[in-house]
């Protein structure tokens, strides 16, 4: 019977078995609850809620708190007589396991490694993008309050709150994918939620060239860039894959570097030993102890870098960036939300203005060209693809303008029948002014990477 856990989180005893037996899975296939399995849902867990200390559980490790809770699920399921086939039974269990300990009806979706993005519309609806199209789930929440309790245990989790006083946050889950989260009375219809999502195995350049994103001969020059310690400036849009070619382009760093990066919600994945990660922090609930950017920016000149990452400039820390960048932090790599390398440069030119500081525009402008050596611009297409589309080098000032030659380029030759984005990333012929800088430091960067008319380059 169930006296036995009545408030206690199980006895050692109890413990101790299940340990040496292993965490049991339910074998079956994650799908939504019909309205028989979500009626049981809710009443086995109420049931649960009152006859188990959560507490105690929450001090056990994962596997084991999930093994208590299936097996005292599983009991309470055959206590009622629950009119349930086995399956189905399995389902239920496994849907109370996750929404005692997990992300509730959102963990089937997490465990779908194809999903690259959860958007929580509300308690009702959710779209996921798989394979770079959207699509609508039959995943929901009871109510706004479920949905919140989801939402408040998301950013509790690294130390951050959510309510109507501060009714927007970034946050990050364990796995380190991002979440972004805003509630009434700032959205409408109801809480809403967006997880961007990394994938488990971290992608390589060889993964990149594989699938199409860029050709071998970008591979081998953005190879090169790095390793030289050029500043590089990556730009795209949302959910272009920015941050995915950032933690591609720092695996080129050696090893016996020091490396800081600075980010709003902790993202990159870099794989050197010497990495210290700095992460902003928002005010507190008296709107103190706030944590920006370009504080971060300015203390980890301090550290003693010998390259500084910025996972996305936004603001005012572009002008810190560039002091960083214009001061002895060769090989620093940043992002930041722009539709070409050129306008890129122009919102640089803007964040810089909101750090209070005026600067002649000729002086700002040469500052950004001594300061960022490439441009690299990559693109979503409507065929769902996330591809490299321009490489550009950043030569100087003529007159007032910053001069930049495009060095690779992706060409479009229209859709076939399945709709995928036809063309081919190809050299434009100009050779970069940096290859006798590359060839001085050792690194040895073939001249016939940029010849237009070179054969054997992966196309799409």
């Given at each position: ?163 109507e006083s501060s009714p927007m946050v970034d946050a990050r889950l364990a796995d380190g994918s991002r979440v972004n989260v805003i509630i009434p009375p700032l959205a409408i219809d109801g809480p809403t939620m967006s997880i961007r999502r990394f994938g488990v195995d971290r992608l390589s350049i060889e993964s990149l060239v594989e699938i199409g994103s860029v050709t071998r ?244």
């Amino acid at each position: 019977m169930l006296s036995p856990f009545k408030k206690v989180a199980i006895n050692g005893e109890c413990q101790r078995r299940e340990s040496e037996q292993g965490p049991k899975t339910a074998d079956f296939e994650a799908r939504a609850l019909t309205t028989l399995e979500h009626d049981w849902k809710r009443k086995i867990h109420e049931r649960l809620l009152e006859v188990l200390d959560l507490s105690l559980i929450h001090t056990m490790s994962n596997e084991m708190a999930r093994a208590q809770i299936r097996k005292i699920s599983g009991e309470l399921l055959s206590e009622a007589s629950a009119p349930l086939s086995a399956p189905q039974r399995a389902q239920v269990v496994q849907s109370i396991e996750d929404e005692v300990l997990g992300l509730g009806p959102l963990e089937r979706l997490l465990a779908d490694s194809t999903i690259s993005d959860i958007l929580v519309n509300g308690p009702r609806q959710v779209y996921v993008e798989q394979h770079g199209k959207l699509r609508l789930t039959d995943v929901h929440f009871h109510d706004d309050r479920h949905l919140l309790n989801i939402i408040d245990r998301v950013v509790s989790a690294v130390g951050r709150r959510i309510d109507e006083s501060s009714p927007m946050v970034d946050a990050r889950l364990a796995d380190g994918s991002r979440v972004n989260v805003i509630i009434p009375p700032l959205a409408i219809d109801g809480p809403t939620m967006s997880i961007r999502r990394f994938g488990v195995d971290r992608l390589s350049i060889e993964s990149l060239v594989e699938i199409g994103s860029v050709t071998r001969e970008v591979a081998d020059l953005l190879t090169a860039v790095v390793k030289a310690r050029m500043n590089v400036l990556v730009s795209g849009g949302t959910g272009a894959g920015k941050t995915t070619l950032l933690n591609v382009l720092s695996g080129f760093i050696p090893h016996d570097e020091r490396i800081v990066t600075i980010e709003d919600s902790a993202e990159l994945q870099l794989q050197q030993p010497h990495v210290v990660r700095l992460e902003t922090r928002p005010a507190n609930i008296e709107d103190k102890g706030e944590v920006t950017a370009r504080d971060l920016v300015r203390n980890s000149l301090r550290m003693r870098p010998e390259r500084v990452i910025v996972g996305e400039v936004r603001g005012a820390e572009a002008l810190d960036m560039l002091q960083a960048m214009n001061t002895g932090h060769d090989g620093s790599l940043t992002t930041i939300h722009a539709n070409t390398p050129r306008d890129a440069l122009s919102r640089i030119e803007n964040m810089v203005s909101m750090s209070g500081v005026s600067f002649p525009i000729r002086t700002l402008r040469a500052q950004i060209a001594s300061a960022i050596n490439v441009v690299v611009q990559v693109a979503r297409h409507e065929d769902g693809k996330r591809r490299l589309v321009s490489v550009q080098e950043i030569n100087g000032m003529e007159g007032d303008i910053i001069t930049m030659s495009e060095l690779f380029a992706f060409t479009r030759r229209g859709k076939d029948e399945d709709g995928n984005v036809l063309g081919e990333l190809k050299a434009t012929g100009i050779i970069p002014s940096f290859h006798k800088a590359l060839t001085a430091k050792g690194i040895n960067l073939p001249i016939e990477i940029f010849d237009p008319a070179r054969e054997g380059r992966s196309k799409s």
